[in-house]
Nanobody, 118 residues
Framework: QVQLVESGGGAVQSGESLRLSCSMS??????AGWYRQAPGEQRELVAT???????NYADSVKGRFTCSGSNAENTVYLQMNSLKPEDTAVYYC??????????????WGQGTLVTVSS
């Protein structure tokens, strides 16, 4: 069983920065990243990174957020700059792990709250 443990959330002012970390126990992810869910909204993709280092971002965070990390570190990060009130949400780490059975396993972290005030 893989565990994903997030850290780094908090309350900041608009324009400030935060860095989220997601530490993974064991295994080798094929793709990992971050999703967020604001109150009353559906969970949405924020950013992902593949085991090869390829990243993908939601349009709303391009140029402001950077997803990094690797299997060597067993950690994935989300550097969030120029934060806006609309970035307020619970941020969840997600990772997909390949298996010999063919169907990959997916895991979620417990979530970390990011609050941005104007």
């Amino acid at each position: 069983q893989v565990q994903l443990v997030e850290s780094g959330g908090g309350a900041v002012q608009s324009g400030e920065s935060l860095r989220l970390s997601c530490s993974m126990s064991g295994s080798f992810f094929s793709i990992a990243g971050w999703y967020r869910q604001a109150p009353g909204e559906q969970r949405e993709l924020v950013a992902t990174i593949t085991s090869g280092g390829r990243t993908n971002y939601a349009d709303s965070v391009k140029g402001r957020f950077t997803c990094s990390g690797s299997n060597a570190e067993n950690t994935v990060y989300l550097q969030m700059n120029s934060l806006k009130p609309e970035d307020t949400a619970v941020y969840y780490c997600h990772a997909r792990f390949p298996t010999t059975a063919g169907r990959p396993l997916e895991f979620w972290g417990q979530g970390t709250l990011v609050t941005v005030s104007s």
